[in-house]
């Protein structure tokens, strides 16, 4: 893959150029036709299907997010769903006291509200 700074081939699975760091830019491929479109490409320049995502992306910044993060790496937005134990970093379920993995108390958001009297859980 060629970077756009700085010129230098790279292997095809790079994510940033070993030579200037810059982010290498993947091209799309359009899963109906097979053509190669631009990376921010949405649908297929030739016939017009919509391109697969490339991934998640922070809804704050907009920040790729690397597999098995649970925080944006860009501006520190948790992008997992419910509680991460400040021990273990891992999510715990909304609804959780205490971490699944380490068994320390979960800090609770002041918005999640406790559960009713006479719920079911």
């Given amino acids: 893959m060629l970077c756009r700074s700085c010129g230098r081939m790279n292997r095809d699975d790079d994510l940033f150029c070993s030579s200037c760091g810059a982010k290498l830019l993947r091209s799309k491929a359009c899963r ?3 053509t190669k ?5 949405t649908f297929c ?3 017009g299907a919509k391109l697969p ?7 704050s ?3 790729p997010i690397a597999p098995r993060a649970q925080f944006c790496a860009n501006c520190g937005t948790q992008v997992v769903e419910g509680i991460v134990c400040e021990v273990w970093h891992e999510a715990n379920r909304g609804d959780s006291r205490y971490c699944a993995v380490c068994g320390s108390a979960l800090k ?3 918005t999640a509200s406790a559960p009713r009297p006479g719920s079911r859980d």
Avoid: K, Q
């Fill in 32 to 34: 109906a036709c097979g």
């Fill in 37 to 41: 479109n631009r990376h921010e490409a």
């Fill in 45 to 47: 320049g030739s016939c």
């Fill in 53 to 59: 995502d490339d991934g998640m992306h922070c809804s």
């Fill in 61 to 63: 910044c907009g920040h």
């Fill in 108 to 110: 609770i958001p002041a």
